[in-house]
């Protein structure tokens, strides 16, 4: 099972900077990201995650990114690299 929420994702650097904003002190530190795919004009590659760990616990979070030719060949890949192993 996942832990926390869906994770959040955001192409656009616009949307991810806010207006007249630098990566320093981006609108998006302190909102959701968009969800934006697609082309857009000036990109940016964000991902984020939501953990709850309790007191004392730990957690352990991997992202991992490909480029695959085909759909099908991006979901094996995704099963083979399913666990941080």
Known sequence: ?????????????????GRRRAPADAESLAKRLSGTTGPVLDPVFALRKSVKVPAGGTAALSFVTAVCATRDAAVALAGHYHAPA
Do not use: M
Not at 2 to 12: F, I, L, M, S, V
């Open 1 to 17: 099972e996942h832990a926390g929420k869906h994770t959040e994702y955001e192409t656009d650097r616009a949307k991810f900077l």
